[in-house]
């Protein structure tokens, strides 16, 4: 079963994407800092997904 996702805010999440942007690991990060970064990317990634996602939708809405 799909989880309802709130309105999702273009402004906000393209704010995340500037802010932990896809870069390879800095050899001086500690693991547990990269692994903290994975897990910062991975959610924009989500969320820029789910905007996308989104979008599409209500293009199609108003074909209808």
Do not use: F, H
Request: charged letters at 35%.
């Amino acid at each position: 079963m799909a989880r309802k996702v709130p309105p999702l805010s273009y402004d906000l999440i393209q704010a995340l994407d500037s802010t932990y942007p896809s870069l390879p690991p800095d050899p001086k990060d500690t693991e547990r800092e990269i692994w903290m970064k994975a897990g910062e990317r991975r959610l924009v990634s989500r969320l820029l997904e789910l905007l996308r996602l989104e979008s599409n939708s209500s293009l199609l809405d108003d074909d209808e």
